[in-house]
């Protein structure tokens, strides 16, 4: 791994048993992502693309494989050893942006002090994001009183809340309609341009076509990139 | 953001699983909290009534020893006084001393001062056959009561025989018919009869009184008594012992009997009275206990029946909280927080569920159990303990599997 890189799949397998059936979700998939770049994974649904993801944010374990980060195998670190390396280094986004329901917006992109503790200049940060994201007059509202679109970017600026290295987005705009969709991209851009990595794995052309990288999976393997 | 702040956002959020829950806690706490409080109240209550029952019996028994005493007072007791070498059972046998001391001792017991001795009455005894009838009576050589030196004189109990005089006895003047006036003769000695006494169905009825110094001499004994009976005597009959060492003091080498049954009598009435006030209290103790220990068994069948439902109860409600916050339990695994920390988010829900419960529960089972009653801190730390401890004991085992499953697997399903 050179000094140049944020996160490294080596070689990763990941499989499944589904009604006695061994199912390959990740075959011998590696990549390296780059601070600066964002790289979509596209391939079609049940591909593996959100296993891999899962897989480079610690969240699932392989069968085989490394995911190094800062020359840190993650995969050889205990639960809680994971969950320190990701409160720090890497941030989620998902689809369906799993935001705290009874927290407003501020709160919900302060979750992250649960792990790290409070601290006043991340919550700089936050008002800082609040600014840029377009969510200073929905600080107060529940997700439940937001758009689609709004629930993105809260749970992107919760993302970013940390200042990750990495930034791991799954289907991030597969809820959103066209203007949504443009706006998260653009954040997304923003983010990479202040030297973040993305791995936004999606099957939107759209999303793909604002990555600097495109990879394609099929059943688990890279079939390009 | 801090836990504490999450998990109150999370009870604010989520206000009728988190009510259900702590009405449970609550209803379990409060059936905790009256039977103790009814067990508590129950003591409380018994000791009262052996209190008052123990003050109750005390003030009669009291009122009693007051009413014996001022009747033992008024009516006195009789006393025999007899030489100490005397024969007791002889002396019960034939209803009359056999041994002697000297006639003094009644000069000495009259001028003593003693005030609780009243009437003083010596005599000489000896049953003997009348040789001129052949009969066998009882002789009794008596010279009166003897007046005491401090006492104002009174009325004489018993008069004395005149010399030459003789009483006699019914059966004797009955069955030799004869009557007051006629001259006899008695162990050689010439009286006339100055009295015959009517019936009175004891020895009496066959006994011949003569002046003492006259049966001295028949007998042999100048000089010399049986007995001293002591009329009327004031003192209760507790404090015969006392008495007796007063008289032994004064009259070295005699005995002192208590002849007076009635008191004695009534002094058995008086312990009998006392025994069963006691006995009565002993029965209402144990009836208290008995009520107390019905009150333990029903507690014993009901309070692990409460503690079960509301534990189970618990765990369904937290099972489906779990369920429901699957999604902010992957998020916050995913965002980096461990999962002591998530734990620490229902431990903490279960704590406050069983505190305010434990509360609540203790003051209503406490106002039920009793009217009003003030939790000592033992009761406390029982009841809000035993809540406490059932709110997470019914969280843990959901939350524990809820924080458990694969965050991905949450994450991805969602």
Same mark, same amino acid.
């Given at each position: 791994m050179s000094n140049s890189e944020v996160l490294v799949l080596d070689r990763l397998y990941k499989s499944y048993v589904k009604e006695n059936q061994r199912i390959k979700a990740v075959e011998n998939f590696s990549i390296k992502l780059n601070p600066g770049e964002i790289t979509a994974v596209c391939g079609p649904s049940g591909c593996g693309k959100t296993s891999l993801l899962l897989l480079a944010g610690g969240l699932l374990t392989p069968d085989s494989g490394r995911v190094l980060?800062?020359?840190?195998?993650?995969?050889e670190l205990n639960p809680n050893g994971k969950a320190r390396w990701r409160s720090t280094y890497c941030g989620f986004v998902f689809q369906q942006y799993h935001l705290v329901p009874y927290l407003t917006v501020y709160e919900n992109m302060l979750a992250s002090e649960l792990a790290l503790g409070h601290d006043k200049n991340r919550r700089k940060k936050a008002d800082d994001l609040c600014d840029l994201l377009g969510l200073n007059d929905r600080k107060k509202h529940f997700p439940g009183e937001l758009s689609a679109g709004e629930k993105q970017r809260v749970a992107l600026a919760?993302?970013?809340?940390?200042?990750?290295?990495?930034?791991?987005?799954?289907?991030?705009?597969?809820?959103?309609?066209?203007?949504n969709t443009d706006l998260v991209l653009k954040l997304l851009r923003d983010y990479s341009g202040r030297g973040g990595s993305v791995l936004l794995v999606t099957h939107d052309s759209k999303a793909a076509d604002a990555a600097d990288r495109i990879v394609f999976m099929e059943k688990g393997k890279m079939i390009s990139g | 953001m801090s836990i504490f702040k999450l998990a109150c956002q999370e009870i604010i959020r989520r206000k009728m699983n988190f009510l259900l829950g702590l009405l449970s806690i609550t209803l379990a706490a409060a059936i905790i909290s009256h039977s103790l409080v009814s067990l508590a109240t129950h003591d409380l209550r018994t000791e009262e009534i052996i209190s008052d029952k123990e003050e109750e019996t005390r003030i009669r028994m009291a009122k009693l020893e007051d009413d014996y005493r001022i009747i033992m007072k008024k009516m006195g007791f009789n006393l025999l006084i007899v030489p100490e070498d005397q024969n007791l059972a002889d002396l019960y046998a034939d209803d009359f001393a056999s041994s002697f001391m000297p006639e003094s001792y009644v000069e000495t017991l009259a001028t003593c001062g003693q005030v609780s001795i009243r009437h003083l009455l010596p005599s000489i005894q000896k049953k003997m056959e009348w040789p001129e009838y052949r009969r066998t009576v009882i002789l009794t050589g008596t010279r009166g009561e003897v007046p005491l030196a401090h006492a104002d004189p009174k009325e004489p109990m018993q008069n004395p025989v005149a010399p030459g005089e003789i009483i006699l006895g019914y059966e004797l003047h009955r069955s030799l018919n004869l009557k007051v006036g006629d001259s006899i003769k008695f162990n050689g000695s010439n009286f006339t009869i100055s009295?015959?006494?009517?019936?009175?169905?004891?020895?009496?009825?066959?006994?011949?009184?003569?002046?003492?110094?006259?049966?001295?001499? $028949? &007998?042999?004994?100048?000089?010399?008594?049986?007995? !001293?009976? /002591?009329?009327?005597? $004031?003192?209760?009959?507790?404090?015969?012992?006392?008495?007796?060492?007063?008289?032994?003091s004064i009259l070295p080498g005699t005995t002192l009997i208590e002849k007076g049954s009635r008191i004695i009598t009534r002094a058995e009435a008086r312990r009998r009275a006392k025994a069963e006030a006691l006995a009565a209290i002993a029965s209402e103790k144990n009836t208290r206990l008995q009520l107390r220990s019905e009150m333990e068994q029903f507690n014993a069948v009901l309070l692990p029946v409460v503690l079960a439902g509301c534990g189970l109860l618990?765990?369904?409600?937290?099972?489906?909280?779990?369920?429901?916050?699957?999604?902010?339990? =992957? !998020?916050?695994?995913?965002? =980096?927080?461990?999962?002591?920390?998530? $734990?620490? &988010?229902?431990?903490?829900?279960?704590?406050? $569920?069983?505190?305010?419960?434990?509360?609540?529960?203790? %003051? %209503?089972?406490?106002? /039920?159990?009793?009217?009003?009653?003030?939790p000592g801190h033992i009761l406390?730390?029982?009841v809000v303990g035993t809540a406490v401890f059932l709110a997470l /004991?019914? /969280?843990?085992?959901?939350?524990y599997a809820g924080i458990s499953r694969d965050p991905a697997q949450v994450l991805v399903e969602d």
């Amino acid at each position: 791994m050179s000094n140049s890189e944020v996160l490294v799949l080596d070689r990763l397998y990941k499989s499944y048993v589904k009604e006695n059936q061994r199912i390959k979700a990740v075959e011998n998939f590696s990549i390296k992502l780059n601070p600066g770049e964002i790289t979509a994974v596209c391939g079609p649904s049940g591909c593996g693309k959100t296993s891999l993801l899962l897989l480079a944010g610690g969240l699932l374990t392989p069968d085989s494989g490394r995911v190094l980060a800062d020359g840190t195998n993650i995969v050889e670190l205990n639960p809680n050893g994971k969950a320190r390396w990701r409160s720090t280094y890497c941030g989620f986004v998902f689809q369906q942006y799993h935001l705290v329901p009874y927290l407003t917006v501020y709160e919900n992109m302060l979750a992250s002090e649960l792990a790290l503790g409070h601290d006043k200049n991340r919550r700089k940060k936050a008002d800082d994001l609040c600014d840029l994201l377009g969510l200073n007059d929905r600080k107060k509202h529940f997700p439940g009183e937001l758009s689609a679109g709004e629930k993105q970017r809260v749970a992107l600026a919760r993302a970013l809340f940390t200042t990750p290295a990495v930034l791991l987005a799954d289907e991030i705009t597969g809820n959103l309609d066209d203007p949504n969709t443009d706006l998260v991209l653009k954040l997304l851009r923003d983010y990479s341009g202040r030297g973040g990595s993305v791995l936004l794995v999606t099957h939107d052309s759209k999303a793909a076509d604002a990555a600097d990288r495109i990879v394609f999976m099929e059943k688990g393997k890279m079939i390009s990139g | 953001m801090s836990i504490f702040k999450l998990a109150c956002q999370e009870i604010i959020r989520r206000k009728m699983n988190f009510l259900l829950g702590l009405l449970s806690i609550t209803l379990a706490a409060a059936i905790i909290s009256h039977s103790l409080v009814s067990l508590a109240t129950h003591d409380l209550r018994t000791e009262e009534i052996i209190s008052d029952k123990e003050e109750e019996t005390r003030i009669r028994m009291a009122k009693l020893e007051d009413d014996y005493r001022i009747i033992m007072k008024k009516m006195g007791f009789n006393l025999l006084i007899v030489p100490e070498d005397q024969n007791l059972a002889d002396l019960y046998a034939d209803d009359f001393a056999s041994s002697f001391m000297p006639e003094s001792y009644v000069e000495t017991l009259a001028t003593c001062g003693q005030v609780s001795i009243r009437h003083l009455l010596p005599s000489i005894q000896k049953k003997m056959e009348w040789p001129e009838y052949r009969r066998t009576v009882i002789l009794t050589g008596t010279r009166g009561e003897v007046p005491l030196a401090h006492a104002d004189p009174k009325e004489p109990m018993q008069n004395p025989v005149a010399p030459g005089e003789i009483i006699l006895g019914y059966e004797l003047h009955r069955s030799l018919n004869l009557k007051v006036g006629d001259s006899i003769k008695f162990n050689g000695s010439n009286f006339t009869i100055s009295e015959c006494y009517s019936e009175r169905g004891n020895k009496d009825d066959i006994t011949v009184w003569i002046e003492l110094a006259a049966a001295q001499k $028949m &007998l042999n004994k100048p000089g010399e008594i049986n007995a !001293i009976l /002591a009329l009327k005597c $004031m003192c209760a009959p507790d404090q015969l012992a006392d008495l007796r060492q007063e008289i032994g003091s004064i009259l070295p080498g005699t005995t002192l009997i208590e002849k007076g049954s009635r008191i004695i009598t009534r002094a058995e009435a008086r312990r009998r009275a006392k025994a069963e006030a006691l006995a009565a209290i002993a029965s209402e103790k144990n009836t208290r206990l008995q009520l107390r220990s019905e009150m333990e068994q029903f507690n014993a069948v009901l309070l692990p029946v409460v503690l079960a439902g509301c534990g189970l109860l618990i765990a369904f409600l937290f099972w489906t909280n779990v369920r429901e916050r699957k999604s902010e339990i =992957g !998020i916050l695994r995913a965002i =980096g927080v461990d999962t002591k920390k998530i $734990m620490s &988010l229902f431990v903490f829900r279960a704590l406050i $569920m069983g505190l305010i419960g434990g509360i609540a529960g203790l %003051a %209503a089972g406490a106002l /039920a159990g009793s009217g009003f009653f003030m939790p000592g801190h033992i009761l406390f730390l029982q009841v809000v303990g035993t809540a406490v401890f059932l709110a997470l /004991a019914g /969280a843990w085992i959901p939350s524990y599997a809820g924080i458990s499953r694969d965050p991905a697997q949450v994450l991805v399903e969602d």
